[in-house]
């Protein structure tokens, strides 16, 4: 199974791959219909699709980030296992 950070990005990925067909297809038909309107509006869209790519790396940063972060706490944890164990095995039980 895939993990967590790499599942939410996947699905922010489709998420975002979609819209973007969604809207490419809405440009079609109004292209046709007005190009001066057209036009303005497909600027809007590469100026979004600059602004998703953005976010998109911003989150893939936070996700990385916090993978690190989880892993440092990880080995704090375990080393911190590894004095509790040390104390258990010489008898110097502070409790």
């Known amino acids: ?3 967590r950070p ?3 990005v996947f699905l ?4 975002v791959i979609t819209s973007q067909f969604e809207q490419k297809q809405q440009i079609v038909i109004e292209a046709e219909a007005n190009p001066m309107e057209s036009r303005r509006k497909q600027r809007m869209l590469v100026n979004e ?4 790519e953005k976010i998109i790396l911003s989150q893939e940063r936070n996700i990385q980030q916090l993978n ?3 892993q ?3 080995r ?3 080393h911190c296992r590894g004095i509790n164990g040390s104390m258990h095995d010489n008898g110097n039980i502070f409790e």
């Open 1 to 3: 199974m895939l993990s």
């Open 6 to 8: 790499i599942a939410l």
């Open 12 to 15: 922010l990925w489709l998420i």
């Open 49 to 52: 699709e600059v602004v998703k």
């Open 68 to 70: 690190e972060l989880v």
């Open 72 to 74: 440092s706490l990880q």
């Open 76 to 78: 704090q944890l375990l």
